[in-house]
């Protein structure tokens, strides 16, 4: 092989230029050309590199410093970890074709050869068990950090920003999915997951939502309630909830019920939570729970649940988001033909946007209210929306016969 680097090697492997499948498979011969490789470099290197083994497909050397920090801080194995070693390894690295940058303008982006995740890990698993465990703590610790990093950067106002975070969530993934992995494991913070979730939610990528959010509940089922306290148990509810969002979306209502019944279980069952959190996240979970029952047009049980939700909500003030609960009451009522309870019920949600100024949602809500009004009249409508928005009745005849026509 002479000086050739792993690189060069696989495209040799690729255009049938060497011919070392002789020995043995392709596989095996690409897992001798990294081996080639790893013992070219440095002692130091070869001991660094060991704590990329948790790594997949990307690295980002400007993120080392950090990652070393995270070692240093999980175990004492990695106490005399230096970031000048570990960066002067992942140099070697590159300069054999271990690591590749992903571009000339981002050389400090930088993705992996596919095995060498998979011999390293051949490797660590000879070290002991304190080593390997400080060093999933750290991994774990590390891209909880960049998860909540990636996550601000996606919920941007600024548009380069959020596409910044898109794009390190992309790059990243297999790295956060494997750090969400050991969390689980160790029966910890699911808060990676979340992050992920809002991944998939912005690229509306509804496929990949849904198996991932089913996994993860899958492992949380199993956790003791005994973990289901404080911050950890908010988010094991927050991770059911998001399941049952998948559901609902796809229309696969009786998953979406069940996983929201579910939520209200783990919700009974944390402690040491602020109690009003507690209650308006049953709040919400009620009002979805009447969603999935009005699409499967069991009309009794959505106002039920409605009601409950309501109910929660006025009695812990959570004014604003009564004008939800209202305005779904009034479409229940429009699909049972009570055109007045309706509108009543939509002049609700219409007071309550006003009162926060919502003038989007009161636009949507007044468009439904003109629709309803021209095909049912009702004598007191107008009297009730002249007096809310303060104009005359005259002035809101015409706004509704306008509003309905457009």
């Known amino acids: 092989m002479g ?14 230029d060497v011919s070392l499948d002789r020995v043995g498979s392709k596989t095996e011969s690409i897992v001798q050309c990294v081996e080639y490789s790893h013992s070219n470099l440095s002692e130091g290197a070869q001991g660094a590199l060991l704590c990329l083994a ?3 497909g990307f690295i980002d050397r400007n993120d080392l410093e950090n990652y070393v920090k995270q070692l240093q801080a999980a175990g004492a194995a990695f106490a005399e970890l230096s970031i000048e070693a570990l960066d002067g390894a992942v140099q070697e690295a590159i300069d054999w074709g271990l690591l590749t ?5 981002n ?3 930088l993705t992996i050869q596919p095995v060498f995740p998979y011999f390293l890990k051949t490797k660590l698993a000879a070290q002991d068990e304190a080593f390997q465990q400080a060093l999933r703590l750290g991994f774990k610790n590390h891209y909880e950090g960049l998860a909540g990093s990636y996550n601000q950067l996606m919920g941007s106002k600024e548009p380069q920003q959020r596409q910044m975070g898109i794009l390190f969530c992309k790059l990243e993934y297999e790295n956060l999915y494997n750090a969400l992995q050991i969390a689980l494991e160790r029966q910890e913070s699911p808060g990676i997951f979340l992050k992920l979730d809002f991944y998939h939610r912005v690229q509306n990528d509804t496929n990949n939502r849904l198996p991932l959010a089913q996994s993860v509940c899958e492992v949380l089922r199993n956790y003791p309630i005994t973990l289901k306290s404080g911050s950890v148990g908010a988010e094991i509810v927050m991770a059911f ?7 609902l979306n796809l229309q696969k209502y009786e998953n979406a019920r069940v996983a929201y019944s579910q939520t209200l279980t783990t919700l009974d069952e944390l402690r040491d939570i602020d109690n009003q959190w507690k209650q308006i996240a049953k709040a919400s979970t009620y009002h979805q729970l009447g969603t999935v029952a009005q699409e499967l047009r069991e009309f009794e049980q959505a106002r039920t649940d409605y009601q409950q939700a309501l109910q929660i909500k006025i009695e812990f003030g959570d ?3 009564q004008a939800s609960t209202y305005g779904q009451l009034g479409l229940l009522a429009k699909a049972e033909g009570q055109s007045e309870e309706a509108m009543q019920q939509l002049f609700q949600a219409l007071t309550i946007f006003r009162e926060f100024q919502d003038n989007h949602s009161l636009a949507m809500v007044f468009r439904y209210l003109s629709r309803l009004y021209q095909a049912n009249p009702s004598p007191q409508l107008p009297t009730q929306i002249s007096t ?8 809101v005849m015409q706004l509704l016969t306008h509003v309905s026509q457009e």
Request: overall charge negative; aromatic content about 6%.
């Open 3 to 16: 000086r050739q680097s792993v690189a060069e090697v696989l495209r040799g492997l690729d255009a049938a």
């Open 107 to 109: 050389p400090n982006l």
């Open 388 to 395: 809310l928005l303060g104009i005359s009745e005259p002035e």
């Open 101 to 105: 940058p992903v571009d000339a303008e």
């Open 54 to 56: 948790l790594f997949s």
């Open 241 to 247: 909830d998001r399941l049952s969002e998948c559901y």
């Open 319 to 321: 004014r604003y988001s």
